[in-house]
């Protein structure tokens, strides 16, 4: 008995989610909003470079459960799920596989990805490579667990543009929940984690680049997300489609994650005006109401957050474009002048906004009404940043083009 007495502890330790964890796309609860992190009284000019290594190429976040660090990137032709020492970054365990891929032309200066963001949970770690290929990994050692690459189901495997859904881990029920296939036929699935056994599927159009939420509307959870030509709701419980939205952007780049406030959602797409909805139910049938939209900020590859009553978000126009609305209105309360950058990904922590450039810079702001209020602004990498910035414990981890790095103050 007393020899078990290790092993409960590290199952307990592995499965407890721990207040510094991020440990999927967009942090714990899928909103970018977090209050774990230990902001400073006082931000530094300059940021301490705790550590720094060679991780692979890719734009996949890293995700941080417990102590440790896991990370998807390319290393050669090769797909690698790394996990590292959070406090050191030293390599802990890597496994690999074979992932040759051939990018679209338009796409060339973005790499071969991968784009898809881990989920870790239950002690085990999830992956969705460029391709298409589903992997769920023991969280500890690195094992294999089980793989699916669905070449046999689906006619093509990715959209145009690769891979860039992150799957998410739903509790009460337990499920991995992924879109899969590409071009115009797909589905999304939910698995059991344990066995990867299907425990029910939608079989609609193939995925664009978004990625699922799960938003409760009248006490009953919804799967939310863009396929390549709607907005969509399916039931959590068994995958019934409840309401759909058609909505489709140029080359079918749908991307933006959908943000769920009471009975509001968000959603919003290249060239498209940010869009608010009302979802309701009238004798047993679901329907969504349009109650604003703002047309002066189209948001492409950069999904917004709500804090507060507020969204704030990063447009498309003018080179990038940093604005804040009133959320129950829509109005535009700010933007900022333009020319931030491609694409920024911003997060909420500690009470302060942290939004990680394509122009390697870590932009630190209060979330204001009143103005895009700077406290600092870091340069923390030499190339573009497409990763969300990870708050852990008293650090932050930035993923750049190759490299992973932790920094503090």
Not at 118 to 129: C, E, H, N, W, Y
Not at 239 to 246: A, N, R, T, Y
Not at 398 to 404: G, M, N
């Amino acid at each position: 008995m007393r020899s078990l007495i290790p092993v409960l502890s590290l199952t307990l330790s592995v499965l407890t989610l721990n207040a510094q964890d991020w440990n999927q796309w967009r942090g714990p609860s899928r909103t970018g909003v977090t209050a774990a992190f230990k902001s400073p009284a006082t931000w530094p000019d300059r940021l301490k470079q705790i550590w720094k290594v060679d991780a692979g190429e890719g734009h996949a976040s890293p995700v941080v459960s417990g102590n440790r660090v896991y990370l998807l990137s390319r290393v050669a032709d090769r797909e690698a799920v790394t996990c590292f020492d959070l406090a050191s970054g030293k390599q802990l365990w890597r496994e690999s596989y074979d992932a040759p891929y051939r990018m679209n032309p338009a796409a060339t200066s973005h790499g071969k990805g991968p784009k898809s963001t881990p989920v870790v949970d239950g002690g085990r770690l999830f992956t969705l490579g460029i391709s298409g290929v589903l992997s769920a990994w023991d969280a500890q050692s690195g094992r294999l667990l089980w793989r699916k690459d669905f070449k046999n189901d689906y006619p093509t495997t990715v959209p145009d543009f690769g891979t860039a859904m992150s799957p998410m881990v739903t509790a009460n029920p337990n499920l991995l929940i992924v879109h899969v296939g590409g071009g115009k036929q797909g589905a999304i699935l939910a698995l059991d984690p344990q066995s990867g056994n299907s425990k029910w599927t939608w079989a609609g159009d193939g995925p664009a680049y978004a990625s699922p939420i799960v938003a409760e509307f009248e006490g009953v959870r919804h799967v939310v997300t863009q396929s390549q030509s709607h907005v969509l709701g399916l039931s959590l419980a068994d995958g019934k489609p409840l309401w759909e939205i058609p909505f489709t952007t140029d080359y079918d780049q749908n991307i933006v994650t959908s943000v769920s406030a009471g009975d509001l959602l968000v959603y919003g797409g290249l060239s498209k005006p940010l869009t608010a909805v009302r979802v309701k139910r009238a004798a047993g049938k679901w329907t969504t109401e349009q109650v604003w939209q703002n047309p002066d900020v189209p948001m492409y590859m950069s999904s917004p957050i709500e804090q507060g009553g507020l969204l704030f978000g990063l447009t498309h126009r003018n080179r990038g474009q940093f604005f804040c609305l009133d959320l129950k209105t829509g109005k535009t309360l700010w933007t900022t002048r333009g020319r931030e950058g491609e694409n920024a990904a911003l997060i909420e922590a500690g009470g302060m906004l942290l939004t990680a450039t394509t122009e390697g810079e870590l932009i630190v702001a209060r979330p204001s009404a009143q103005s895009f209020e700077i406290v600092k602004r870091y340069t923390v990498a030499d190339s573009p940043v497409w990763a969300h910035p990870v708050p852990a414990g008293a650090l932050i981890l930035i993923k750049d083009a190759s490299s992973l790095s932790a920094w503090g103050f």
